[in-house]
Protein backbone atom coordinates (compact mmCIF):
# COMPACT_ATOMS: atom_id res chain seq x y z
CA UNK A 1 0.00 0.00 0.00
CA UNK A 2 1.37 3.27 -1.09
CA UNK A 3 1.21 6.03 1.61
CA UNK A 4 0.94 9.50 0.30
CA UNK A 5 2.87 12.43 2.83
CA UNK A 6 1.48 15.50 3.07
CA UNK A 7 4.53 17.56 3.65
CA UNK A 8 3.43 20.46 5.83
CA UNK A 9 1.71 18.74 8.34
CA UNK A 10 4.88 16.20 8.68
CA UNK A 11 6.90 19.15 9.56
CA UNK A 12 4.49 20.64 12.04
CA UNK A 13 4.70 17.26 13.71
CA UNK A 14 8.44 16.90 13.16
CA UNK A 15 8.96 20.81 14.74
CA UNK A 16 6.00 20.63 17.10
CA UNK A 17 7.73 22.50 19.40
CA UNK A 18 8.37 25.51 17.37
CA UNK A 19 4.64 25.11 15.68
CA UNK A 20 3.74 25.48 19.63
CA UNK A 21 5.95 28.65 20.27
CA UNK A 22 4.62 30.11 17.22
CA UNK A 23 0.72 29.87 18.07
CA UNK A 24 1.39 31.08 21.47
CA UNK A 25 3.50 34.10 19.57
CA UNK A 26 0.75 34.82 17.46
CA UNK A 27 -1.72 34.61 20.41
CA UNK A 28 0.27 37.36 22.04
CA UNK A 29 0.51 39.61 19.36
CA UNK A 30 -2.93 39.39 18.53
CA UNK A 31 -3.47 40.21 21.81
CA UNK A 32 -1.10 43.26 22.49
CA UNK A 33 -2.47 44.80 18.97
CA UNK A 34 -6.09 44.30 20.25
CA UNK A 35 -5.30 46.16 23.73
CA UNK A 36 -3.64 49.01 21.64
CA UNK A 37 -6.00 49.40 19.46
CA UNK A 38 -7.48 52.91 19.66
CA UNK A 39 -11.48 52.37 20.46
CA UNK A 40 -14.21 54.96 20.99
CA UNK A 41 -18.08 54.53 22.81
CA UNK A 42 -19.18 57.27 20.15
CA UNK A 43 -17.08 57.25 16.78
CA UNK A 44 -17.35 60.58 15.02
CA UNK A 45 -19.42 59.46 11.95
CA UNK A 46 -19.11 61.59 9.20
CA UNK A 47 -23.13 61.65 7.45
CA UNK A 48 -24.57 64.87 5.22
CA UNK A 49 -27.14 65.71 7.78
CA UNK A 50 -28.66 69.21 7.86
CA UNK A 51 -31.41 70.95 10.04
CA UNK A 52 -32.69 73.76 8.34
CA UNK A 53 -34.04 75.94 12.00
CA UNK A 54 -36.48 78.52 11.21
CA UNK A 55 -38.26 80.70 14.57
CA UNK A 56 -41.69 82.18 13.64
CA UNK A 57 -42.96 83.81 17.17
CA UNK A 58 -45.94 83.27 17.94
CA UNK A 59 -47.14 81.33 15.14
CA UNK A 60 -49.18 78.27 16.10
CA UNK A 61 -48.09 74.86 14.51
CA UNK A 62 -50.80 74.65 11.58
CA UNK A 63 -49.24 78.29 10.42
CA UNK A 64 -45.07 77.30 10.71
CA UNK A 65 -46.02 74.05 8.88
CA UNK A 66 -48.43 76.00 6.13
CA UNK A 67 -46.26 78.79 5.60
CA UNK A 68 -42.52 77.56 6.68
CA UNK A 69 -42.32 74.20 6.50
CA UNK A 70 -43.99 73.38 3.45
CA UNK A 71 -42.26 76.15 1.18
CA UNK A 72 -38.94 75.08 2.01
CA UNK A 73 -39.51 71.03 1.84
CA UNK A 74 -40.45 72.22 -1.88
CA UNK A 75 -37.58 73.39 -2.49
CA UNK A 76 -35.53 70.93 -0.58
CA UNK A 77 -36.98 68.13 -3.02
CA UNK A 78 -35.40 69.15 -5.86
CA UNK A 79 -31.72 68.63 -4.88
CA UNK A 80 -30.56 65.44 -6.08
CA UNK A 81 -28.99 62.85 -3.77
CA UNK A 82 -31.59 63.15 -0.57
CA UNK A 83 -31.99 60.08 0.78
CA UNK A 84 -35.04 61.82 3.25
CA UNK A 85 -36.96 64.91 4.41
CA UNK A 86 -38.85 64.78 7.68
CA UNK A 87 -40.01 68.27 9.23
CA UNK A 88 -41.35 69.20 12.79
CA UNK A 89 -43.81 72.00 13.04
CA UNK A 90 -44.67 73.42 16.61
CA UNK A 91 -45.00 76.48 18.29
CA UNK A 92 -42.83 79.29 16.60
CA UNK A 93 -40.85 76.64 15.45
CA UNK A 94 -40.03 75.20 12.20
CA UNK A 95 -37.46 72.13 12.06
CA UNK A 96 -36.70 70.28 8.61
CA UNK A 97 -33.92 67.61 8.79
CA UNK A 98 -32.86 66.92 5.78
CA UNK A 99 -30.46 63.52 4.91
CA UNK A 100 -28.27 62.76 2.14
CA UNK A 101 -27.26 59.59 0.43
CA UNK A 102 -23.73 58.39 2.22
CA UNK A 103 -22.07 59.18 -1.07
CA UNK A 104 -23.08 62.53 -1.28
CA UNK A 105 -20.37 64.95 -0.70
CA UNK A 106 -20.95 66.95 2.29
CA UNK A 107 -19.56 70.37 0.97
CA UNK A 108 -21.83 70.35 -2.20
CA UNK A 109 -24.81 68.78 -0.03
CA UNK A 110 -24.51 71.88 2.19
CA UNK A 111 -24.00 74.13 -0.32
CA UNK A 112 -27.79 73.34 -2.35
CA UNK A 113 -29.08 72.90 0.54
CA UNK A 114 -28.65 76.64 1.20
CA UNK A 115 -29.38 78.04 -2.24
CA UNK A 116 -32.38 75.67 -1.78
CA UNK A 117 -32.99 77.82 1.72
CA UNK A 118 -32.77 80.76 -0.26
CA UNK A 119 -35.23 80.26 -2.90
CA UNK A 120 -37.26 79.39 -0.21
CA UNK A 121 -36.91 82.96 1.09
CA UNK A 122 -39.45 84.85 -0.79
CA UNK A 123 -42.62 82.76 -0.40
CA UNK A 124 -41.77 82.97 3.73
CA UNK A 125 -43.74 85.38 6.08
CA UNK A 126 -41.41 88.93 6.12
CA UNK A 127 -41.72 89.02 9.74
CA UNK A 128 -39.67 86.15 10.67
CA UNK A 129 -38.39 85.97 14.70
CA UNK A 130 -34.99 84.23 13.09
CA UNK A 131 -34.06 83.60 9.34
CA UNK A 132 -33.92 79.63 8.51
CA UNK A 133 -30.39 78.64 9.59
CA UNK A 134 -28.74 75.83 7.83
CA UNK A 135 -26.96 73.63 10.61
CA UNK A 136 -24.63 70.70 10.42
CA UNK A 137 -26.28 67.47 11.90
CA UNK A 138 -24.02 66.45 14.78
CA UNK A 139 -24.42 62.79 16.04
CA UNK A 140 -22.15 63.80 18.91
CA UNK A 141 -25.06 66.40 20.37
CA UNK A 142 -28.04 64.29 19.96
CA UNK A 143 -30.07 63.30 23.07
CA UNK A 144 -28.99 59.12 23.67
CA UNK A 145 -33.03 59.20 25.70
CA UNK A 146 -35.83 60.87 24.83
CA UNK A 147 -38.94 60.74 27.97
CA UNK A 148 -42.41 61.57 26.88
CA UNK A 149 -44.02 63.66 29.22
CA UNK A 150 -47.98 63.32 29.35
CA UNK A 151 -51.16 62.42 32.00
CA UNK A 152 -54.55 64.43 32.62
CA UNK A 153 -52.69 67.46 34.45
CA UNK A 154 -52.96 71.00 33.33
CA UNK A 155 -49.22 72.74 31.73
CA UNK A 156 -48.39 73.72 35.26
CA UNK A 157 -48.19 70.74 36.88
CA UNK A 158 -46.74 68.69 33.73
CA UNK A 159 -43.87 71.23 33.77
CA UNK A 160 -43.47 70.54 37.63
CA UNK A 161 -42.89 67.40 37.01
CA UNK A 162 -40.95 67.54 34.04
CA UNK A 163 -38.55 70.09 36.41
CA UNK A 164 -38.29 67.51 38.57
CA UNK A 165 -37.09 64.81 36.79
CA UNK A 166 -35.01 66.56 34.96
CA UNK A 167 -32.99 67.69 38.21
CA UNK A 168 -32.93 63.78 39.27
CA UNK A 169 -31.63 62.66 35.99
CA UNK A 170 -28.94 65.73 36.06
CA UNK A 171 -27.92 64.40 39.36
CA UNK A 172 -27.12 61.05 37.97
CA UNK A 173 -22.69 60.60 37.50
CA UNK A 174 -21.78 61.51 33.54
CA UNK A 175 -25.31 63.11 32.57
CA UNK A 176 -24.37 66.49 31.12
CA UNK A 177 -27.67 68.06 30.46
CA UNK A 178 -31.13 66.79 30.86
CA UNK A 179 -33.25 69.55 28.54
CA UNK A 180 -37.02 70.33 28.44
CA UNK A 181 -38.89 70.79 25.26
CA UNK A 182 -42.36 71.70 24.38
CA UNK A 183 -43.04 72.65 28.16
CA UNK A 184 -44.55 76.37 28.81
CA UNK A 185 -42.12 79.12 30.65
CA UNK A 186 -44.81 80.55 33.07
CA UNK A 187 -44.36 84.23 32.93
CA UNK A 188 -46.69 87.08 34.78
CA UNK A 189 -47.42 90.01 32.17
CA UNK A 190 -47.33 93.86 33.84
CA UNK A 191 -49.97 95.97 31.44
CA UNK A 192 -50.18 99.44 32.54
CA UNK A 193 -51.86 102.86 31.76
CA UNK A 194 -49.50 105.50 30.46
CA UNK A 195 -52.29 107.93 31.59
CA UNK A 196 -52.60 107.18 35.43
CA UNK A 197 -48.91 106.31 35.90
CA UNK A 198 -48.40 110.15 35.18
CA UNK A 199 -51.06 111.21 36.74
CA UNK A 200 -50.15 109.03 39.98
CA UNK A 201 -46.19 109.88 39.12
CA UNK A 202 -45.44 106.71 39.04
CA UNK A 203 -41.87 105.51 36.17
CA UNK A 204 -41.34 102.56 34.95
CA UNK A 205 -38.45 101.94 36.98
CA UNK A 206 -40.88 101.97 40.07
CA UNK A 207 -42.88 99.06 38.80
CA UNK A 208 -39.67 97.40 37.74
CA UNK A 209 -38.25 97.50 41.64
CA UNK A 210 -41.57 96.30 43.08
CA UNK A 211 -41.33 93.23 41.25
CA UNK A 212 -37.55 92.97 41.84
CA UNK A 213 -38.29 92.99 45.60
CA UNK A 214 -40.70 90.75 45.49
CA UNK A 215 -42.65 93.03 48.34
CA UNK A 216 -45.35 94.95 46.33
CA UNK A 217 -48.54 92.76 45.18
CA UNK A 218 -49.98 95.71 44.13
CA UNK A 219 -49.72 99.75 43.58
CA UNK A 220 -52.37 102.00 44.91
CA UNK A 221 -53.36 104.89 42.26
CA UNK A 222 -55.66 107.38 42.34
CA UNK A 223 -58.53 108.19 39.47
Known amino acids: MDFKEFKISSLSINNRTTVYLLTVLVTMIGVYSYLILPKESFPEVEIPIFNVVTIYAGASPADV ?116 IGALEREIQVNVDLTKMQASGIAFRDIREAVRNKNMTSICRSD
Open 65 to 180: ENVITRPIEQELKGIDGIDQITSVSKQATSIITVEFLTSKDKLVAQQEVNDAVEAARSELPTQLTEEPQVNDFNLADQPILNINLSGNFDLVELKAFADEIQDEIESLTDVNEAEI
